[in-house]
T-cell receptor, first 110, second 114 residues
Framework: DQQVKQNSPSLSVQEGRISILNCDYT??????FLWYKKYPAEGPTFLIS?????DKNEDGRFTVFLNKSAKHLSLHIVPSQPGDSAVYFC?????????FGTGTRLTIIP | GAVVSQHPSWVICKSGTSVKIECRSL??????MFWYRQFPKQSLMLMAT?????????EQGVEKDKFLINHASLTLSTLTVTSAHPEDSSFYIC??????????FGPGTRLTVL
């Protein structure tokens, strides 16, 4: 039972354009959501998070949107840069544990 | 920000031997650390929650006698894979909470069992 889903395994975006990564969850008990970036053979790097009481959080080029009624969150990266190419995981926190999505591989095309 | 280290970064061992992986929080104290496992092209799967001074809490399906976790201090947790077999080959990642609910991850340890 996949409680956190990233339905797009891969995404390609032109450099300078906006990258939008999506994530859906099923458990309404999740109260905190995070996005991580991961390179092969490395641990995930924290990018940005959002509490369930908010619907938007912005940090530089990264913005996370949360739609609680739809149980959906998205990560916007603008402008996209070549260094953003990586696998992005969304994660949901509940009862002190993180549940990860399956990841989306983002490729930024120069 | 919070820094978490792991040692070793990669290890190759023979089937039947035991391997210990260390996870350290370098600039903060972590009462709780987590151990994850990641198979190629799959998501991170939580194996267990490591609590300083008490027994670890294992996720369903994870053998506690095979994956021994010890959280000896506020900055160190260890994962020992006992009697390793080729199917234990994987990427093992630890994390620690710093601040509110944000987990910071170590760089991971790639285990290959021959």
């Amino acid at each position: 039972d996949q409680q956190v889903k990233q339905n797009s395994p891969s995404l390609s975006v032109q450099e300078g354009r906006i990258s939008i990564l999506n994530c859906d969850y099923t458990n309404s008990m999740f109260d905190y959501f995070l996005w991580y970036k991961k390179y092969p053979a490395e641990g995930p790097t924290f990018l940005i998070s959002i509490s369930s009481i908010k619907d938007k959080n912005e940090d530089g080029r990264f913005t996370v949107f949360l739609n609680k009624s739809a149980k959906h969150l998205s990560l916007h990266i603008v402008p996209s840069q070549p260094g953003d190419s990586a696998v992005y995981f969304c994660a949901a926190s509940g009862y002190g544990k993180l549940t990860f999505g399956t990841g989306t591989r983002l490729t930024i095309i120069p | 920000g919070a820094v978490v280290s792991q040692h070793p970064s990669w290890v190759i061992c023979k089937s039947g031997t035991s391997v210990k992986i260390e996870c350290r929080s370098l600039d903060f104290q972590a009462t709780t650390m987590f151990w994850y496992r990641q198979f190629p092209k799959q998501s991170l799967m939580l194996m267990a929650t490591s609590n300083e001074g008490s027994k670890a809490t294992y996720e369903q399906g994870v053998e506690k006698d095979k994956f021994l976790i010890n959280h000896a201090s506020l900055t160190l947790s260890t994962l020992t894979v006992t009697s390793a077999h080729p199917e234990d080959s994987s990427f093992y990642i630890c994390s620690a909470i710093w601040g509110t609910d944000t987990q910071y991850f170590g760089p991971g340890t790639r285990l290959t069992v021959l």
